[in-house]
Nanobody
Framework: QVQLAESGGGLVQAGGSLRLSCAAS????????MGWYRQAPGKERELVAT???????NYAGSVKGRFTISRDNTKNTVYLQMNSLKPEDAAVYYC???????????????WGQGTLVTVSS
């Protein structure tokens, strides 16, 4: 069973920064793409940023230039550095990963439990 554990959420003033981390744990698996999504109250979950195993990144237009996604493949960990935070960035942030079990070809998806980011104006 592969699990994701997020950390780093909290309360920050507008203009401030936060760094989210998400570590994958389990056995005999290989992570492919990883990403961050967010869901604000009353809104649908939306993509924030993704990163492939080779480091190719993709960002939502609303965060481009302010957020940076990175990963450490040796630690099966993905990070989201969030700078110049705005009140509209407040949401529960979820980590996501696509993975396969070693020796198999099937692709699976797993989500973290979410971490709350609050931005005060």
């Amino acid at each position: 069973q592969v699990q994701l554990a997020e950390s780093g959420g909290g309360l920050v003033q507008a203009g401030g920064s936060l760094r989210l981390s998400c570590a994958a744990s389990g056995s005999a698996f290989g992570i492919r793409a990883m990403g961050w999504y967010r869901q604000a109250p009353g809104k649908e979950r939306e993509l924030v940023a993704t990163i492939t195993s080779l480091g190719t990144t993709n960002y939502a237009g609303s965060v481009k230039g302010r957020f940076t996604i990175s990963r450490d493949n040796t630690k099966n960990t993905v990070y989201l550095q969030m700078n110049s935070l705005k009140p509209e960035d407040a949401a529960v942030y979820y980590c996501n990963a696509d993975f396969h079990y070693i020796g198999t070809f099937g692709l699976h998806e797993v989500w973290g439990q979410g971490t709350l980011v609050t931005v005060s104006s």
